[in-house]
């Protein structure tokens, strides 16, 4: 019995990387977890994973872009499940060609409307249940990104993720009073799929260097097993051998 039996959690971008970490920290510690994402069959990966270890999870195939569907699975789980405890936000996108030279304004739409649009999407369906049970743990996914600007990630995905920054602090600005906590989670560079989409991936050796996904597990784990009284507005976190830091990182043929 971990510190979270009996509470109920939902994972968006849960099908891989942090959010597939994430959803097994938080069944490791006892959470029913409710698996989301575009992609069905990495969900039912996960969720057969989280139970061959003992926990307890499901799937709801979901696209973050969809507010109606976004709300109905919320409303199926206050049916089903009693409500819901944790939020995690963490279903992300980025375009290889993100320059601002080169980024063009569907793509620069496409990444905003799922970083930005669709962790809204999220808060605004789960809301109305926490305000109701007086307490609830948000987690949303940001990045090192999202407080440093970088000519790596581009503009589009840099103003989503500061912007969701933003929104977490707005977040506990309104919502403290009723009991309802967010924390902006900030990470590196970690070793996840998506750093395949650069414009020029990172070696393997690169990639051991960086944070893993289980270090961003554990860390959800930490934040939604905080007491209740208690809000870790932020977390930055990055790897020891920190690219930004050093000047090693490479965008089109040139060292950053």
Same mark, same amino acid.
């Given at each position: 019995?971990?510190?979270?039996?009996?509470?109920?959690?939902?994972?968006?971008?849960?099908?891989?990387?942090?959010?597939?970490?994430?959803?097994?920290?938080?069944?490791?510690?006892?959470?029913?977890?409710?698996?989301?994402?575009?992609?069905?069959?990495?969900?039912?990966?996960?969720?057969?994973?989280?139970?061959?270890?003992?926990?307890?999870?499901?799937?709801?195939?979901?696209?973050?872009?969809?507010?109606?569907?976004?709300?109905?699975?919320?409303?199926?789980?206050?049916?089903?499940?009693?409500?819901?405890?944790?939020?995690?936000?963490?279903?992300?996108?980025?375009?290889?060609?993100? #320059?601002?030279? /080169?980024?063009?304004? !569907?793509?620069? &739409?496409?990444?905003?409307? @799922? =970083?930005?649009?669709?962790?809204? +999407? $999220?808060?605004?369906?789960?809301?109305?249940?926490?305000?109701?049970?007086?307490?609830?743990?948000?987690?949303?996914?940001?990045?090192?990104?999202?407080?440093?600007?970088?000519?790596?990630?581009?503009? #589009?995905?840099? /103003?989503?993720?500061? !912007?969701?920054? &933003?929104?977490?602090?707005? @977040? =506990?600005?309104?919502?403290?009073? +009723? $009991?309802?906590?967010?924390?902006?989670?900030?990470?590196?560079?970690?070793?996840?799929?998506?750093?395949?989409?650069?414009?020029?991936?990172?070696?393997?050796?690169?990639?051991?260097?960086?944070?893993? #996904?289980?270090?961003?597990?554990?860390?959800?784990?930490?934040?939604?097993?905080?007491?209740?009284?208690?809000?870790?507005?932020?977390?930055?976190?990055?790897?020891?051998?920190?690219?930004?830091?050093?000047?090693?990182?490479?965008?089109?043929?040139?060292?950053?």
């Amino acid at each position: 019995m971990g510190n979270l039996t009996g509470r109920i959690a939902w994972v968006t971008g849960a099908g891989g990387g942090i959010g597939e970490a994430s959803a097994m920290a938080l069944a490791a510690s006892g959470a029913h977890v409710v698996l989301s994402g575009r992609r069905l069959a990495q969900l039912q990966r996960v969720a057969a994973i989280i139970t061959d270890a003992g926990g307890t999870a499901e799937t709801a195939q979901l696209d973050v872009v969809d507010a109606e569907a976004t709300q109905g699975i919320a409303d199926d789980m206050v049916a089903r499940l009693g409500g819901i405890d944790i939020f995690m936000a963490n279903a992300g996108i980025n375009v290889p060609n993100r #320059a601002v030279g /080169a980024i063009t304004p !569907a793509d620069f &739409a496409k990444v905003v409307d @799922i =970083n930005l649009n669709g962790v809204m +999407n $999220g808060v605004l369906a789960v809301l109305p249940n926490m305000r109701n049970k007086g307490a609830g743990t948000l987690i949303l996914t940001s990045s090192w990104a999202g407080r440093h600007p970088s000519r790596l990630t581009g503009p #589009a995905y840099s /103003a989503s993720k500061h !912007a969701v920054v &933003a929104l977490s602090h707005s @977040i =506990n600005q309104d919502e403290g009073v +009723n $009991g309802i906590r967010c924390t902006a989670l900030m990470p590196g560079e970690v070793a996840t799929p998506i750093m395949q989409h650069r414009p020029k991936p990172p070696s393997a050796e690169d990639l051991a260097k960086m944070l893993q #996904a289980d270090d961003l597990g554990a860390m959800v784990r930490y934040i939604a097993e905080a007491p209740q009284h208690v809000c870790i507005n932020e977390v930055l976190i990055s790897p020891t051998w920190n690219r930004s830091f050093v000047g090693v990182v490479e965008l089109g043929g040139m060292k950053l």
